[in-house]
Each structure stands twice: as structure tokens, then as C-alpha cells.
């Protein structure tokens, strides 16, 4: 079983409606990542959080650390921010490394 | 003024040949990393360099030789190309220090062995 677990793995979504991509992680971690990768593009880092709640723009990242599990919304989605979502944590005792959720592919239509 | 950049962004070779990723970026950090994607997306870490030195090494075959010249720099070069190293390579780039810091990444190296 992989550490860090995504849901859905693909999530279809009308634009405007809000979306919500789950993780939830079983190893103790210093933070949480999630990135965005558009098709055939590169990776974005849009978060990096160890508490609470972030926001930028129309994307929000909440993370719950004692229940191990982070969430990432979207509200008024467009076709824009169809893209494959990763979530990515680091556990303390890996030092830099980043171990990996399988990603959330995401199509919003218009 | 691109942050991380990897050359080239495609590459498509023969079995048992050998080829180079380069990887640099401009953003002062201190540590560098190579990731491979596979084809259903899924990232792993191959190495990361701190200063120079290997810091993380995964279970990555021999083949696989990363080199960093200087903290701006992490190159890779692969021998024996197999079928199995088609992937997509990314760099990444980001501070260390106590705390965890955001990591940068490359626009990514499509490798395809035929």
C-alpha cells in the first residue's frame, strides 16, 4: 500500500461546479505538497502547507494532521485547471525526499 | 529567466545507447533532485545532490549516473539505454535547511527508447 493515497483518481467536473481532491497519508510528515501538471507540461507547485488552511486565488489546501489527510478544492472551476493533481509529502526522516500520491486526473468541461 | 531547465526536452535513442541530461537553475538553491515519471504519471525519486554531494540515492540501476558539477548544476547520464528507462525525467531544485522548503522543477525530459 502506497503512503500517501489520492481520491478520486479521475474526476470529471462542469465548469463552475467546486471540486474537491482528497489525500491522506500514513507516515508522519514535516509538510504537504500538491502540484499541478497540465498535460504534457511541466510540474507546478501550487501549495505547501503544514497547518491549517491555505488559499490562492480559487484553489484552497486544508491539512489535518492529526488525522493525516489534506484536501485541496477548487471552487468555480474552469477548463483551465484541467490537469493532473499530485500529492506529495516529507516525512522528516527522509530529509528532502518527497514520497508521492498516484495523482488525481481532473477534466473540467465546459 | 527561467528558474529550472532541462535539456533537451525530448529524446529518442536506441537500446544500448548512452545519453546525457542536463539539468541547471538559476534560483540559488542548494539542492537538486532527479524524478522519474512513469507512464501512468506516477512520480519517484532517483537522486538529490546537496551541495554537490548524493544525498539520496534510491534503488536506481547502475546505468544511471548522476553528476553535479556545481550547486547550479545535476546532470544525468544514463548507459545501456533499456526500454524500461522510457519515462519522463524531472529536475527539481529547492533550499534545505531545518525546516521544508517548496521544490522547483524542470519542464521535464521525455525519454523514449526504441
Known amino acids: 500500500k502506497n503512503e500517501v493515497e489520492q481520491s478520486p483518481q479521475n474526476l470529471t467536473a462542469q465548469e463552475g461546479e467546486f471540486i474537491t481532491i482528497n489525500c491522506s497519508y500514513s507516515v508522519g510528515i514535516s509538510a504537504l505538497h500538491w502540484l499541478q501538471q497540465h498535460p504534457g507540461g511541466g510540474i507546478v507547485s501550487l501549495f505547501m502547507l503544514s497547518s491549517g488552511k491555505k488559499k490562492h486565488g480559487r484553489l484552497i489546501a486544508t491539512i489535518n494532521i492529526q488525522e493525516k489527510h489534506s484536501s485541496l478544492h477548487i471552487t468555480a472551476s474552469h477548463p483551465r485547471d484541467s490537469a493532473v493533481y499530485i500529492c506529495?509529502?516529507?516525512?522528516?526522516?527522509?530529509?528532502?525526499?518527497?514520497?508521492f500520491g498516484a495523482g488525481t486526473i481532473l477534466r473540467v468541461k465546459s | 529567466d527561467t528558474a529550472v531547465s532541462q535539456t533537451p526536452k525530448y529524446l529518442v535513442t536506441q537500446m544500448g545507447n548512452d545519453k546525457s541530461i542536463k539539468c541547471e537553475q538559476n534560483?540559488?538553491?542548494?539542492?537538486m533532485y532527479w524524478y522519474k515519471q512513469d507512464s501512468k504519471k506516477f512520480l519517484k525519486i532517483m537522486f538529490s545532490?546537496?551541495?554537490?554531494?548524493?544525498?539520496i540515492n534510491e534503488t536506481v540501476p547502475n546505468r544511471f549516473s548522476p553528476k553535479s558539477p556545481d550547486k547550479a548544476h545535476l546532470n544525468l547520464h544514463i548507459n545501456s539505454l533499456e526500454l524500461g528507462d522510457s519515462a519522463v525525467y524531472f529536475c527539481?531544485?529547492?533550499?534545505?535547511?531545518?525546516?521544508?522548503?517548496?521544490?522547483?522543477f524542470g519542464p521535464g525530459t521525455r525519454l523514449t527508447v526504441t
Open positions: 534560483l540559488g538553491h542548494d539542492t
Open positions: 545532490y546537496n551541495n554537490k554531494e548524493l544525498i
Open positions: 506529495a509529502v516529507a516525512p522528516p526522516e527522509y530529509g528532502n525526499k518527497l514520497v
Open positions: 527539481a531544485s529547492s533550499l534545505t535547511g531545518i525546516q521544508t522548503y517548496e521544490q522547483y
